[in-house]
């Protein structure tokens, strides 16, 4: 069972920065893709970005691209999101996610508990 915690969430003004990490519990990070995802208030939770285990592949929302960059660090068992030029419409709850095999929208075997970011305007 893989535990993820991330931290790093808070309030920042539009056109702010932010970094999101993700720390997971066990040594099988290296072989997960990880991603992260984020829920707005009455919306569904969507896909924001991921990484796979085998290349680093990067993949991104469109709403994201050029804004957010997703890396990891096998060595600390971390995953991180930097996020800049931040937008109101960012604002959510932001989720990590560690899947073995799926990459992108459809993964998600294992979850963080959420960090809230804020961006006012």
């Known amino acids: 069972q893989v535990q993820l915690v991330e931290s790093g969430g808070g309030l920042v003004q539009a056109g702010g920065s932010l970094r999101l990490s993700c720390a997971a519990s066990e040594r099988t990070f290296s072989s997960m893709n990880m991603g992260w995802f984020r829920q707005a208030p009455g919306k569904e939770r969507e896909f924001v970005a991921a990484?796979?285990?085998?290349?680093?592949?990067?993949y991104y929302a469109d709403s994201v691209k050029g804004r957010f960059t997703i890396y990891r660090d096998n060595a600390k068992n971390t995953v991180y999101l930097q996020m800049n030029s931040l937008k109101p419409e960012d604002t959510a709850i932001y989720y990590c996610a560690a899947d073995p095999g799926r990459v992108g929208a459809r993964m998600g075997n294992y979850w963080g508990q959420g960090t809230q970011v804020t961006v006012s305007s």
């Open positions: 990484m796979t285990w085998i290349g680093g592949i990067t």
